[in-house]
Each structure stands twice: as structure tokens, then as C-alpha cells.
Nanobody, 125 residues
Framework: QERLVESGGGSVQSGGSLRLSCKASGLQYNGYCMAWFRQTPEKEREGVATIHSDDSTNYADSLKGRFTISKDSAKNTLYLQMNSLKPEDTGMYYC???????????????????WGQGTQVTVSS
């Protein structure tokens, strides 16, 4: 039923930009959280940014100012604009979603039930 599909990953030089997209289908509730996570073999899955259906957002402290999360409700699509990319931003990026009764969304992977397949981002120096 619920399905999330990421796209937009690729290879980019340091300082470059990428825009990731996540097309969602099958979500049936008005209140929800959507989020971006990333993972490398060296690190556990970590939160990047979240956005609630009321448009409130949260960011990882280290990424705030470089990354921007947004959504287009009419297109059922989540976005992550990534600017000033660094090699340490390399990883597999996943979008996630779950239903929420409250404003504000957790930046914890265990809080999300639905996941996309991931899209690879590689930043070279």
C-alpha cells in the first residue's frame, strides 16, 4: 500500500549541489511526518531533516544552513536540496514516513514505518 521512491542521487564535486526527490503514494492520513536519513558502512543511519504535514521542520545541527527539506503536497513529493556538498556527505540517502498526531517529527529511524529504497550520493574532493 504505502510506497516511497527516491531519485536524484549521483556523483558531484565538493561544493556542488544535488536535489533529491521522494515520491510517496498510498498515505491516507492528514497528519504525518516525513524525513531524510543517510547511512554509510562506517556510520549508523542518521537523521538529516524532517518535515511535518503542518510544514514544521527539523534539521541535524551540523547540516542546518546547507540542506533544505521541503514538500509539494499536490505532487505527493518530498525534496532535499543539498548545497555546498562535502565528501563527508557521501552516503545512501533514504526517505521515510509515518503518521503523526503532533507537530514536530523525531529524527530517529525507529520512529518511521515506511521507507524508500535509497539513492546514492557521492561527493568527490
Amino acid at each position: 500500500q504505502e510506497r516511497l521512491v527516491e531519485s536524484g542521487g549521483g556523483s558531484v564535486q565538493s561544493g556542488g549541489s544535488l536535489r533529491l526527490s521522494c515520491k510517496a503514494s498510498g498515505l491516507q492520513y492528514n497528519g504525518y511526518c516525513m524525513a531524510w536519513f543517510r547511512q554509510t558502512p562506517e556510520k549508523e543511519r542518521e537523521g538529516v531533516a524532517t518535515i511535518h504535514s503542518d510544514d514544521s521542520t527539523n534539521y541535524a545541527d551540523s547540516l542546518k544552513g546547507r540542506f533544505t527539506i521541503s514538500k509539494d503536497s499536490a505532487k505527493n513529493t518530498l525534496y532535499l536540496q543539498m548545497n555546498s556538498l562535502k565528501p563527508e556527505d557521501t552516503g545512501m540517502y533514504y526517505c521515510a514516513a509515518d503518521y503523526s498526531l503532533w507537530s514536530g517529527c523525531p529524527m530517529l529511524p525507529e520512529a518511521y514505518q515506511y521507507w524508500g529504497q535509497g539513492t546514492q550520493v557521492t561527493v568527490s574532493s
